[in-house]
């Protein structure tokens, strides 16, 4: 009997192994251009008095130094080269360049090594910027031979011996040893576990950098890493080691580029320190349609009733990270001007051209922004598809007052659901609007965001019928008989939340239930989800980090109470998540900006003197001289350009099927018998 029961459990534990979720939440980060709109081609070139021209200025994916002003890459449709068809039909009509150009490290201190120690060192690298993403140029002046960078900034780490800091692309960089006494730290460099290189850095004899170099195809010598050590000392229980600067390139995986090469739509005609590419077939830009440019880049258009021609560049970011999603660049004092055209953080409903938000910042001549009013900021609700259009085909006596839209609002570059159609006051985050199509099968799960799982408990194929169940964090919320043949494919659920009844949270279309080979199935093709449980509510004075409200209705609307300065290389925490930056320059330079994050991000730890008083434990803490756990380590990413949407396209995975059933009942068959003899 005891055999039996041990079979028997080892059975169950496979079968709940096998059962694995599928998948809707976030994967990637979507930055978008300056939207351009009118009825064809030849009215935006007239708007636009010229080619149209998209540059770091109006598209937050192109790579930017806000410091020093300097860009590198230039899209550019060019006047006369369309047709009234929406057809870039001339060779040459979409012209691509990106350009070298020379750029200060982020860690200023590499650059004051004596001469002696890094004779050939200077305090900038060259850098060029190719189809959204940033590269090193293996030489100053040719392009065409270029290593992505990985990291570059000037954070501060803390070490202790033996503890790792995890960098980007699979590197690890190690203290090994650290000798107090000598001023001396041993680091190691290496790659998914495997050395790459180490060296024993004096810091007492001003060698405060290590630079790594290797040979890259023609080029020799060429630095790949460099890391610089501000300082080592003695803590409580351990030896310390402060790194205040890194460098990385992915010299591994080196991108060549020749004449005639071909990138999507691009082909290479000339290159130097400049590549310059065109367009070599007619490209034409359909209603609701979206034209791969070159890797990852693209153009979207409207699905526009009235036929009009709305587009804007989009580049797609899939890796982990942290990206910055920036408005364009104000310079100067006066009067700066973001909505959803010039800010690719705030709310954009391209087909319909509807946005929520804006934002106005008034700088006088002394830097210093307006005490009152220097600083508004509105948000308005706006009306919106769904974007599964089947929600809105339901019966009227099955769903009698539902519609093809609902209210949404953009708040501090985030989207939200007002709980009323003209009332700001409350309001639940956006979680998920997908048309997207997933096929489950009995007991399978599929995961959405925020927590909530969404399982097909029962399918009854014969009765066309889904016994669908909604749980967060594993517990039950709410489930449904869904009747699929009698015209119920929508499942609302609705809450009470706040002074508000009814409110729909969570909305599901399953377009089908079938029998497949093995399995009863069940379609779903469209899902909607808000985070009821988490309501925010805004009230007039309420205080959002700079901003005070002022009024609220179906439009919030708030300023600064208090004098704002615009000091040269400054974060200024605006609102929530949105933040201004300044550049580090005489001339007053700044743009509006949020952070995306794909997957998780390192924890961040503030910088504290004292070290964890447990002498077996060691972390490694960003900004802090805490020690530093070894098992434990740290992401550490090049800051690029926005936390995704939860509103990203799902991503599908595949649910076993009955196998696993059959497979289970085998086992118990085997242990029956076995039992039996």
Not at 103 to 112: H, L
Not at 416 to 442: E, H, M, R, W
Request: proline share 2%; hydrophobic share 35%; charged share 30%.
């Amino acid at each position: 009997m005891k055999r039996f029961t041990t079979i028997a459990l080892v059975a169950l534990i496979a079968l709940a192994a096998l059962i694995a979720p599928a998948v809707a939440v976030e994967d990637t980060v979507e930055v978008r251009s300056e939207v351009f709109n009118g009825a064809n081609f030849t009215e935006i070139f007239a708007a636009e008095s010229g080619d149209i021209i998209i540059n770091a200025t109006n598209f937050a994916g192109f790579w930017y130094d806000l410091d020093e002003g300097l860009s590198s890459e230039e899209l550019r449709i060019v006047n006369g080269s369309t047709d009234g068809d929406n057809v870039i039909y001339k060779e040459g009509g979409l012209y691509y360049n990106a350009t070298i150009k020379q750029t200060s490290y982020e860690c200023a201190d590499f650059s004051v090594e004596p001469a002696d120690t890094h004779p050939d060192d200077n305090d900038t690298f060259p850098i060029i910027g190719v189809f959204a993403e940033e590269y090193v140029p293996t030489a100053d002046d040719d392009a065409g031979q270029l290593v992505k960078l990985l990291l570059d900034n000037d954070d501060k780490y803390t070490l202790t011996t033996g503890s790792a800091l995890e960098l980007a692309g699979g590197y690890e960089l190690t203290a090994k040893q650290i000798d107090v006494d000598g001023e001396q730290v041993w680091m190691e460099l290496s790659k998914d576990g495997e050395f790459v290189e180490d060296e024993v850095m004096d810091i007492d004899g001003n060698e405060n950098t290590w630079d790594y170099e290797v040979d890259i195809g023609d080029e020799d010598d060429v630095i790949v890493f460099r890391v610089y050590v501000s300082d080592v000392f003695q803590g409580q229980v351990d030896s310390l080691a402060v790194v205040e600067g890194l460098w990385l390139v992915d010299y591994e995986d080196v991108l060549e580029i020749e004449e005639d090469d071909e990138f999507g739509e691009l082909e290479v005609v000339t290159i130097d320190d400049t590549i310059t590419m065109y367009n070599s077939n007619a490209i034409t830009l359909s209603n609701d349609d979206t034209i791969d440019i070159a890797e990852g880049m693209t153009i979207e258009t409207a699905d526009s009733d009235a036929g009009d021609l709305r587009f804007y560049l989009i580049k797609e970011y899939t890796d982990a990270g942290t990206y910055e999603v920036r408005g364009s660049v104000a310079e100067g004092i006066g009067l700066a001007t973001w909505d959803a055209s010039t800010f690719a953080g705030f709310w954009y409903d391209l087909d319909a051209d509807k946005s929520s938000e804006t934002l106005n910042v008034t700088v006088t001549g002394t830097n210093t922004v307006a005490k009152e009013g220097g600083i508004w900021y509105n948000a308005t609700i706006q009306q919106t598809d769904y974007e599964c259009a089947d929600f809105s085909v339901e019966p009227a006596d099955t769903h009698p007052d539902d519609n093809d839209t609902f209210p949404i609002i953009g708040l501090f570059a985030e989207e939200y659901v007002p709980t009323a159609d003209d009332d700001a006051g409350q309001l639940v985050k956006l979680l998920i609007d997908s048309d997207d199509k997933y096929t489950l099968t009995t007991g399978s799960a599929l995961e959405l965001a925020g927590g909530y799982e969404l399982t097909a408990k029962q399918i009854d194929v014969d009765g066309e019928q889904v016994w669908m169940e909604l749980s967060k964090d594993g517990e039950f919320v709410e489930d449904e008989v869904m009747d699929v043949a009698g015209d119920e494919n929508t499942w609302d659920y609705e809450v009470d939340i706040g002074d508000e009844d009814d409110v729909i949270v969570f909305r599901v279309y399953v377009s089908d239930v079938f029998q497949g080979q093995v399995d009863s199935l069940a379609v779903v093709e469209g899902l909607w989800l808000v985070d009821y449980e988490d309501v925010l509510e805004v009230e007039e004075d309420d205080e959002f980090g700079e901003l005070e409200v002022v009024t609220i209705d179906d439009t919030i609307t708030m300023y600064n109470s208090n004098a704002i300065t615009l000091s040269s290389d400054k974060t200024i925490d605006l609102a929530e998540d949105m933040k201004l930056k300044t550049a580090d320059n005489d001339t007053l330079r700044y743009y509006p900006f949020v952070e995306r994050t794909i997957g998780e991000s390192a924890p961040v730890t503030e910088e504290t003197p004292e070290e964890t008083p447990e002498e077996t434990t060691e972390e490694v803490t960003e900004e802090t001289p805490e020690e530093v756990t070894e098992e434990t380590t740290e992401e550490v990413t090049e800051e690029t350009t926005e936390e995704a949407e939860d509103t990203t396209e799902p991503v599908e995975e595949d649910s076993p099927g009955f196998e696993a059933v059959f497979a289970v009942a085998g086992l118990l068959a085997v242990a029956y018998l076995v039992r039996r003899n």
